[in-house]
């Protein structure tokens, strides 16, 4: 089985979880939770001889797998993008105040579920090559979790790089944005002088032809 545990988590408070192996992965995925900060989104990943933890938050809410290595990156995190969909789609609001374990009874199965489907179904595999590699895991870095686990101060360096990269991406798109109001106002100055110049000249011929500046034998 590729996917051997999954959680779904608020922070550090454990929302649902279910494990498909006997495994410490439960008390490994604890001690990550605590050690990323709560409000950046992050796609990350650690690994532990042949295992590795893969991790993606947004808006707050933490999925997180435990896959073989063999399986890749495309398939894990495909199978967290599903399950913070599904997770977020059906608590919405509730996920960010109910208490730990409060929807374990019922999202479990649906862990279960689909941790069966993206470890075993080759259709799982066959849909994500047809939408190509995810933009999430071009950005995932790995680290080895004796290592984060024993340094706090790897973990953060991790989530500081990808706040990086995140904070180029809001300025860039901030930049462009700027430059296309910047177009836009130069533009409609153009076209208003341009309508300017047009009109003057249309002014000046008639002046011309009218015989004054009051157009007298036009207007008469």
């Not at 922070?11 to 008390?27: M, P, Q, R, Y």
């Not at 001690?31 to 532990?48: C, F, K, N």
């Not at 808006?59 to 063999?70: E, M, R, S």
């Not at 799982?124 to 090559?129: C, E, L, S, V």
Request: with cysteine; hydrophobic share 45%; aromatic share 8%.
């Amino acid at each position: 089985m590729a996917i051997l545990y999954a959680l779904v988590a608020r922070g550090s408070v454990v929302l649902a979880e279910f494990s498909g192996a006997t495994t410490n992965a439960s008390a490994v995925a604890r001690q990550i939770l605590e050690r990323i900060p709560g409000a950046t989104d992050t796609h990350v990943s650690y690994s532990q001889d042949r295992y590795i933890f893969h991790v993606k938050r947004t808006d707050g809410i933490t999925v997180l797998c435990v896959a073989d290595d063999t399986a890749g990156r495309r398939i894990p995190f495909a199978f967290l993008e599903d399950i913070h969909g599904r997770f977020v789609r059906t608590y919405r609001h509730a996920c960010h105040t109910a208490p730990a374990y409060a929807m374990n009874d019922e999202f479990s199965r649906v862990l279960s579920q689909q941790m069966d489907y993206y470890s075993n179904d080759p259709n799982a595999d066959r849909i994500n090559r047809m939408k190509g590699e995810m933009s999430q895991v071009r950005d995932v870095m790995i680290e080895n979790i004796d290592k984060v686990l024993e340094r706090g101060e790897r973990l953060e360096l991790l989530v500081d790089k990808t706040t990086n990269m995140q904070g180029n991406t809001i300025r860039f798109r901030k930049h462009a944005r700027r430059f296309r109001n910047t177009v836009w106002w130069r533009n409609v100055k153009l076209t208003v002088a341009l309508i300017l110049l047009i009109l003057i000249i249309i002014y000046v011929v008639l002046a011309f032809v009218c015989h004054g500046i009051a157009l007298p034998s036009c207007i008469r």
